[in-house]
Nanobody, 125 residues
């Protein structure tokens, strides 16, 4: 039900903008998030935004470089990736959670009910 797009190949220092939209029936959501999985590593939290209040959360590794935003009219969440580094190379997944959870829980996959298929971001040095 979620479709992520916008990935690609970019040089270090460059930018990309990822999008995540619902496909098919819309659903009420509490939070939308982005996770990423680099080759040989576990999937990790990147950023999240609560749908109603628009409260934003970032991992320390992307804070100040990535920006999450939402367009309620389009049921779409965006992740602007700036100042990209080779270590940002990963498959980026968007996810949506429908249950109200604590802010600390938003960093974990169990807070999310729906997942997109992932979009690959490759940053060359």
């Amino acid at each position: 039900q979620l479709q992520a797009s916008g990935g690609g190949l970019v040089q270090a220092g460059g930018s990309l903008k990822l999008s995540c939209a619902t496909s098919g029936r819309a659903f009420g959501s509490y939070v939308w998030g982005w996770f990423r999985q680099a080759p040989g590593k576990e999937r990790e939290f990147v950023s999240a935004i609560t749908w109603r209040a628009g409260t934003k959360f970032y991992s320390e590794s992307v804070k100040g470089r990535f920006t999450i935003s939402r367009d309620a009219a389009k049921d779409t969440v965006y992740l602007q990736l700036n100042s990209l580094k080779p270590e940002d190379t990963a498959v980026y997944y968007c996810a949506a959670g429908v249950r109200s959870v604590g802010s600390k829980d938003l960093l974990y996959e169990y807070a999310y009910n729906y997942w997109g298929q992932g979009t690959l971001v490759t940053v060359s040095s």
